[in-house]
């Protein structure tokens, strides 16, 4: 009864997930709420992140995973420690890009991404974290191979060319909704590069380090959808 209760509640979360930020894609396509919009986005990208952090550290370690010998208490040392990581290398790297143009290439953000430290939001970090987090989720859900069966730094590859994916569907919308802005007025190709490559780097670590061998939360990969739904409509 209970196991059935928590199941419908995981149902209704996603469904929430999907209108959501499909209504937020479909106003920003109005043009409806946009002080709103822009209020939210930087705090909208936190809290996703967090709440896939949240379901990450109160998964059910399953029979197969126990066998593994990943003890709750490291696992979950592990994601804090990969979390907060991730996060503040991310951020430091988007720094030193807005400054130098390297490795992304010449752009600078707008002001709708807030708070902001040196010109850089505070949510852009956290943003990485999520998109690697839902990428790895969709290679879990739609990839037949046991991946077990892949080396860590197989499965990161993957995982950076998913990141990469999302990111060019992405930079679509972002122009757009003035998130950032590029130099040269169009995406550099040394972006995508970069993305793959830091994505990969990333991912790796979280591998080695065994936070993302373990099945992720049903959300990830709807997180995964819904963000993309949320950025065509934004960009029709």
Known sequence: MIEKLLN??????????????????????????????QTLAGPLIIIISLILLYEMQNKK????????????SKYKKNLIFFF??????????????????YPFGTYEYGKVLKPQ????????????????????????????INLRLFS??????????????????????????????WQIGIVPTVNYLAWFVFGSMFAYIGYKFEVLDIRLPKSAHHFFF????????SIL
């Open 61 to 72: 370690f399953s029979a197969a995973e126990n066998l593994m010998e990943k003890s709750e």
């Open 8 to 37: 419908n509640l995981s149902n209704i979360k996603i469904v929430l997930i999907y209108v959501l930020l499909g209504f937020g894609g479909l106003w920003n396509y109005l043009g409806y709420f946009q002080n709103v919009m």
């Open 117 to 144: 430290i040196s010109s850089v939001p505070a949510a852009i970090g956290f943003a990485w974290f999520s998109t690697l987090i839902v990428s790895v989720g969709i290679m879990q859900k739609f990839t037949k």
């Open 226 to 233: 819904a963000q993309i739904i949320f950025f065509i409509i």
């Open 84 to 101: 907060i990581f991730v996060v503040i290398a991310s951020w430091i790297l988007e720094f030193v890009g807005v400054k130098t143009g």
């Open 152 to 181: 860590p730094l197989k499965k990161a590859l993957i995982a950076g060319f998913l990141m990469t994916v999302f990111d060019y569907v992405l930079e679509m919308a972002a122009i757009k909704l003035g998130y950032w802005t």
